[in-house]
Nanobody, 124 residues
Framework: QVQLVESGGGLVQAGDSLRLTCIVS????????MAWFRQTPIKEREFLAA????????HVAEAVAGRFTISRDNTKNTVYLQMNNLKPADTAVYYC?????????????????WGQGTQVTVSS
């Protein structure tokens, strides 16, 4: 099994940037494709971005494209979500997720392991 721990959330102002970090332990990190999601109390979990096991392929949701970037460092068992020009609407709990690498990068399902989440709050 794989364990995921997110960090890097916090309270920021509109226009600020944050970088979320997800550290993965357990089975070999490079066996998994990774993704970030977010959720609020009134909205369903929303897919944000995914990165292939090799790091060579990424897919970012249209809603955050141009502001959010996903990357991974397999030497550190870590995946990142760089968030720029944050808006109050980005306020949510952000989750890291892992799945086997057999899915196409554009498919947002199939994630079998999740972190506990990190809160991001953007004030206006």
């Amino acid at each position: 099994q794989v364990q995921l721990v997110e960090s890097g959330g916090g309270l920021v102002q509109a226009g600020d940037s944050l970088r979320l970090t997800c550290i993965v332990s357990g089975r070999a990190f490079d066996e998994y494709s990774m993704a970030w999601f977010r959720q609020t109390p009134i909205k369903e979990r929303e897919f944000l971005a995914a990165v292939a096991w090799s790091g060579g392929g990424t897919h970012v949701a249209e809603a955050v494209a141009g502001r959010f970037t996903i990357s991974r460092d397999n030497t550190k068992n870590t995946v990142y979500l760089q968030m720029n020009n944050l808006k109050p609407a980005d306020t949510a709990v952000y989750y890291c997720a892992a799945r086997p690498p057999s899915y196409t990068i554009h498919y947002s399902g199939g994630y079998t392991a999740w972190g506990q989440g990190t809160q991001v709050t953007v004030s206006s």
